[in-house]
């Protein structure tokens, strides 16, 4: 299950792989199996993907019963980022970019997929304006490496300040210098989803970028106009992150493919490209459509 972008990027992968961080607790406790996005420290073979629908195979994805974010909006928690600090100014691009997506040629890939619920088939959307709310959360303390427990329970504080959104993806962004347990060298980030009652919390453990280096995109290509080569990582993995969170929530239960993992397992060895994301230009990586069997940066309803 990898996404290997080039030279010292990242894969996409499961729980099974043993890489997951651990989580589970009275308080935060997880619905289903966590996905991250592990780095992989060799250069990839570019390669075609075959699908091959019957097998579950190749890239196609397939729909397994869960939800999916059918009206998905991003909640930004930047957790202790005013006390421990943010040299590279990942908070303003985070929140410039995540205004931006929405409406964009890039997120229409979303809208080929959905959920079924009582019968009835309801397609993801994709509207202007996405970004659902910024949190800076100052008060409480940022341990040196968080735990998932502990990044999931800022997810739900993020839900007591926000507010329960089903179609919400509850992104938890970590300062500088305060990063869990093998950031940059397993992985680079990864959603989940934890329990608000009998809600499904779909959350995003994001660390600070450019603290990996190359190692979790940075310089992957020519800087957008937008942003600057070390700050390529934040939108790339963020970006994956989010295509993950809208169309397998509850990881596994929704849109997945069992030996490539989600929308972006699929399209490895496929290149990073400076998208438009209306008068802005961000990095991103491209996503799987199962209309067009292909990795795409951009769909359009008539494929």
């Known amino acids: 299950m990898a996404l290997r972008f080039t030279a010292t990027l990242a894969l996409v992968g499961c729980a099974a792989s043993g890489l997951a961080p651990t989580s589970g607790s009275t308080t935060s406790t997880q619905a289903g199996s966590t996905h991250v996005l592990r780095y992989l420290p060799t250069h990839y073979a570019a390669r075609a993907v075959v699908p091959d629908s019957s097998s579950g195979s190749g890239g196609l994805l397939k729909y397994y019963g869960g939800p999916v974010l059918v009206h998905p909006k991003i909640y930004l928690i930047f957790w202790g980022y005013k006390k421990y600090g943010d040299p590279d100014r990942v908070a303003p691009l985070l929140e410039a970019y995540s205004k931006a997506v929405g409406g964009s040629t890039h997120n229409s890939i979303y809208t080929q997929?959905?959920?079924?619920?009582?019968?009835?088939?309801?397609?993801?959307?994709?509207?202007?304006?996405?970004?659902?709310?910024?949190?800076?959360?100052?008060?409480?303390p940022v341990p040196p490496e968080?735990?998932?427990?502990?990044?999931?329970?800022?997810?739900?504080?993020?839900?007591?300040?926000?507010?329960?959104?089903?179609?919400?993806?509850?992104?938890?962004a970590t300062p500088h210098g305060r990063s869990p347990i093998g950031f940059g060298t397993q992985w680079c980030a990864y959603h989940s989803g934890t329990q608000e009652g009998t809600n499904l919390v779909s959350y995003t453990n994001l660390p600070y970028m450019p603290d990996a280096g190359d190692s979790c995109g940075a310089d992957s290509t020519s800087p957008p106009k937008d942003e600057r080569a070390k700050d390529e990582g934040v939108t790339i993995v963020e970006g994956h992150e989010y295509a993950d969170s809208i169309t397998d929530p509850n990881p596994g239960s929704g849109w997945y493919n069992f030996e490539y993992g989600e929308i972006g397992?699929?399209?490895?060895?496929?290149?990073?490209?400076?998208?438009?994301?209306?008068?802005?230009?961000?990095?991103?990586?491209?996503?799987?459509?199962?209309?067009?069997?292909?990795?795409?940066?951009?769909?359009?309803?008539?494929?």
């Open 265 to 303: 397992g699929s399209c490895s060895g496929n290149d990073i490209q400076n998208d438009p994301f209306g008068k802005k230009s961000y990095a991103t990586g491209p996503e799987f459509s199962n209309v067009t069997e292909t990795c795409v940066q951009a769909y359009f309803a008539q494929q």
């Open 113 to 140: 997929y959905y959920d079924i619920v009582d019968g009835k088939t309801n397609y993801i959307t994709n509207f202007r304006g996405q970004l659902g709310g910024v949190w800076f959360d100052n008060k409480t």
């Open 146 to 172: 968080p735990t998932d427990v502990q990044i999931g329970n800022e997810a739900l504080k993020g839900v007591s300040r926000f507010g329960y959104d089903a179609s919400g993806s509850y992104v938890v």
